[in-house]
């Protein structure tokens, strides 16, 4: 089975002999993935909708894994009891949904060692929500795949002080990694930042104005990235 681009470095990130948990599975293609190459040693497959957990017990059977990786379904970690896994993956969410999964069961989260979180949307939010819970991000990716970048998020129980808001929008593990993908993305944050700012430029409030100041520092620190990226 061949993984797209997104998937496969979602996998990459487990660690070998990991019990793990795939939270909004759907297809199920990293846990059928992990078990065939060997990778993870048990593994939960769960959804919270029931079409997509049927999408991956299909293809769970279709790989004859139905021994090896179990379907759940249920919100989040409510299907998982506390101490059963120590890896979850929560992929192709939003940031706000991954952040309300990992805080609704704080007795799963707190037995779990390893969080692979792939937020969609919202990234800064979870980074932020992270650093303020006791969570410390550990490493980070970047994957190109139909023209739009993800961002892989590998996250621990720990405490991590962050020195710049600048942090919240480009993980820190990716530039001090110099991931290939860096510049690349920073310059599309940069051109989001200039877009937000032509919209503003005729607006005269103090609101517009504050904003305005926000963007172009901003783009500022951005800049600074790609200067550090290029010495
Ligand atoms: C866009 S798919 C992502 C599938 C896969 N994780 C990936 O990255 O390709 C999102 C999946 O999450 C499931 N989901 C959404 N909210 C959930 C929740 N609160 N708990 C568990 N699963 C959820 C949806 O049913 C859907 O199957």
Not at 15 to 38: C, Q, R
Not at 56 to 61: D, G, H, V
Not at 130 to 137: E, P, R
Not at 209 to 218: G, R
Request: hydrophobic letters at 40%; proline letters at 3%; a negative charge.
């Amino acid at each position: 089975m061949k993984l797209t681009p997104r998937l496969l470095n979602i996998a990459k990130m487990v660690a070998k002999g990991a019990i793990l948990a795939d939270i909004g599975t759907d297809h199920g293609y990293i846990p059928v993935y992990l078990m065939k190459n060997k990778i993870v040693k048990e593994a939960i497959a769960a959804d919270v909708n029931k079409g997509p957990l049927l999408s991956a017990q299909k293809n769970i059977k279709s790989n004859g894994l139905e021994e090896y990786i179990e379907t759940r379904l249920g919100n989040g970690f409510e299907p998982i009891e506390p101490g059963e896994v120590d890896t979850a993956i929560i992929a192709g969410m939003g940031g706000l949904l991954i952040r309300d999964i990992l805080m609704n069961r704080p007795e799963v989260t707190k037995s779990i060692k390893q969080f692979i979180l792939q937020p969609m949307v919202a990234q800064d939010e979870l980074r932020r929500w992270l650093y303020d819970n006791d969570f410390k991000i550990v490493d980070e990716k970047l994957v190109s795949e139909d023209h739009r970048i993800y961002e892989i998020i590998v996250a621990e129980h720990g405490h991590e002080i962050i020195e710049d808001e600048i942090y919240f929008e480009i993980g820190k593990k990716l530039i001090e990694h110099k991931d290939p993908l860096l510049e690349m993305f920073i310059k599309k944050h940069i051109k989001k930042q200039e877009d937000i700012i032509h919209n503003l430029i005729n607006q005269d409030t103090d609101k517009a104005k504050n904003k305005l100041k926000e963007c172009k520092a901003k783009i500022h620190k951005f800049e600074e990235v790609l200067l550090w990226l290029k010495n």
